[in-house]
């Protein structure tokens, strides 16, 4: 079923107020986006907290990043969301959150690829690590480049985490799965052992991911 803008609308807003519910987009911090059609992008806007925000304030972006609609400045992460959906046209919308273990992984340096949880692997991959950029400026979309088409989950180093899929469902999910792996992560970590898949279980949850169609990349 094809969506309306409104609907949009509403699903982005009840989606960052769902993200702060968490503790995942504190204060103003964090943004998210949808493909409306190839020449929209509906988008977050700047300054906002995510309880405050209203759907009016979304603003509607070319994927150049011109703005089209909207009385609101768009978010400063602006680029970022531009560069995922330039570089995966699969993809629908996108989330960029601070949720606090996964945060603490990417501020402590480790990526988020251990091969030890299979519904992750299946659902997510890996969450790989890409170094520091500044935010809201072109070094931090280089930091992504070469990590964005080969996975739908990375952590941004010293930064946050950013999702996307093939709609904000699947975005907001992927945010969570992260968290869910993180927080299993270090817990392995403070048990002082980790049981790491083998090549061959890797290859099955591959296919079984294929066969489920999970929203990873094939």
């Avoid at 949808?34 to 979304?58: C, F, H, N, Y």
């Avoid at 919308?93 to 299946?122: K, N, R, W, Y």
Wanted: with cysteine.
């Amino acid at each position: 079923m094809i969506k309306t803008d409104e609907q949009h609308r509403g699903e982005i807003v009840d989606c960052a107020r769902a993200l702060h519910r968490l503790n995942f987009c504190p204060a103003t911090s964090g943004n998210l986006s949808a493909r409306l059609d190839a020449w929209r992008i509906l988008i977050t806007p700047t300054a906002v907290p995510k309880t405050d925000m209203q759907s009016e304030d979304l603003v509607v972006v070319s994927p150049e990043g011109r703005r089209r609609f909207g009385r609101r400045e768009p978010t400063s992460e602006l680029g970022m969301h531009l560069q995922i959906y330039r570089l995966r046209p699969d993809i629908k919308a996108i989330v960029h959150a601070h949720p606090p273990i996964a945060t603490a992984f990417a501020c402590a340096g480790v990526a988020l690829d251990q091969p030890i949880a299979s519904e992750f692997v299946m659902a997510v991959g890996q969450a790989p690590l890409a170094a520091y950029g500044t935010p809201g400026t072109p070094e931090l979309t280089a930091s992504l480049e070469r990590l964005i088409p080969r996975h739908t989950a990375i952590l941004m180093g010293n930064h946050g985490v950013v999702t996307y899929g093939k709609d904000l469902k699947d975005a907001f999910g992927k945010m969570e799965l992260v968290e869910h792996f993180a927080d299993l992560v270090l817990a392995t970590l403070k048990i002082g052992s980790q049981v790491k898949l083998t090549p061959e279980q890797l290859r099955r949850l591959e296919e079984a991911a294929a066969r489920y169609g999970t929203g990873r990349r094939p």
